[in-house]
């Protein structure tokens, strides 16, 4: 069976983010990371060579291979900043739509910079999120 690529590391979340070219994406990485350790509680902790989780869970498919994801997770990717959300519930897909500006894809908010977004709402969709995973998995 093959091994999970991305994997929770003990390589450095303050030299990652540092690195980062743009310094909008940067100063927006940080202030995900306090917002995603406030909310969940967890420390950051990069997960393969460029995902930064919070917590995490064990998801089990129908073939009965486990593997380990975070609980909330964001990359500060070159074209728009990634974050890993469960988005599934009626008030997630509420708060989504007072959002601003952003596009979804299965379990990935994409947002250009934290200036397009409602920071408030931002926050409370990684709580959702957070607690919708917390439960999925316990």
Known sequence: MAEAKTKETNASVDDFLNAVESTVRQAD???????ME????????????NIIGFGHY??????????????VGFSPRKAK???????????????????????????????????????DILRQLIQESAEESRKAHA
Do not use: F
């Open 81 to 119: 900043l990634s974050v890993y959300l469960s988005c599934g519930s009626k008030i997630q897909t509420q708060l989504l739509a007072k959002l601003g500006k952003h596009s979804m894809g299965k379990s990935c908010l994409y947002i250009n910079k934290l200036a397009d977004v409602d920071l």
């Open 58 to 71: 064990t998801y089990k498919y129908a073939s009965g291979r486990t593997g380990d994801w975070p609980l």
């Open 38 to 49: 406030e909310v969940t509680g967890k420390p950051a902790r990069l997960w393969g060579p």
């Open 29 to 35: 990485g940080k202030i995900l990371r306090q917002m």
